[in-house]
């Protein structure tokens, strides 16, 4: 493997390659037309709109590598989304309604916080520790105008969690165990009933006898299927 450099796909092997990239597409297309009865909102359909205007210069992945990569981190390509089609479903089964306040930690582009803000009419506040996510995110909210609904702040969910949330959702598969027993000791400082939303590990795992878990489900992410855990917290901090 000696002498290997980083280049550049050739144009024969993406050829090579078009069979499977076409059953990729299709899978996607599939996952973005069931996701269709959940997007049909003129308010939501603006902020996606400015989303994708904002990240069509440096894609998420980019942005995402990028940041982790001047860091020397580990695992510099770990960004993920969670599917709009699983979001509406975890919205479904966790009980997510217009009076709640909802925290998502490592909001990304904030498209979930939109989402929520605008077709369920959460308010919602986005926790992000990378500065250009949350610099383009915060410029969706002043061009689409729903500052009242979702705001977006910079910061490490180890240190600290915002506001006061009903519920907090975390989407992170590939967080350390230290950055989790953080994460899940912020979340019982936000008072007894809190829920928090995990994808694929449950808190009980790291503090059993803060949270007691209430549901879990299987769900689709674009890697495969895997559990959604929902607790509570019963013992704050
Ligand atoms: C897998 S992505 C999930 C994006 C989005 N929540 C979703 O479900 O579509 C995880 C996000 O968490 C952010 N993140 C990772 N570690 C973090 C930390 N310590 N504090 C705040 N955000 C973090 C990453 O930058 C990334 O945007």
Not at 195 to 221: G, H, N, Q
Request: hydrophobic share 40%; glycine share 8%; net charge positive.
């Amino acid at each position: 493997m000696e002498g290997l450099q980083s280049r550049q796909v050739t144009f024969l092997e993406r050829v090579r390659l078009l069979p499977l990239s076409i059953l990729v597409s299709v899978r996607e297309a599939r996952m973005a037309l069931q996701a269709l009865p959940f997007v049909i909102s003129k308010d939501f359909l603006r902020t996606e709109f400015w989303r994708r205007a904002l990240f069509s210069g440096r894609t998420p992945w980019r942005l995402s590598k990028d940041f982790y990569a001047e860091r020397a981190a580990s695992d510099i390509h770990c960004f993920g989304e969670t599917p709009l089609v699983t979001l509406a479903r975890i919205q479904r089964r966790a009980g997510i309604c217009s009076h709640h306040k909802v925290l998502e930690v490592g909001s990304a582009t904030g498209r979930n916080c939109f989402w929520l803000a605008t077709v369920i009419g959460c308010r919602v506040v986005g926790l992000e520790h990378i500065p250009g996510f949350v610099s383009r995110a915060d410029r969706v909210v002043s061009q689409t105008g729903c500052s009242e609904r979702v705001r977006f702040i910079s910061g490490d969910m180890g240190d600290s969690l915002p506001g006061e949330p009903d519920i907090i959702y975390l989407y992170g598969s590939n967080l350390d165990d230290d950055l989790i027993a953080r994460f899940a000791r912020r979340c019982c400082e936000k008072g007894e009933g809190v829920r928090v939303i995990t994808v694929s590990y449950p808190l009980t795992d790291y503090l059993p006898d803060s949270y007691e878990l209430i549901d879990c489900f299987p769900a689709i992410f674009a890697w495969g299927v895997t559990t959604v855990y929902v607790q509570k917290v019963v013992r704050p901090a």
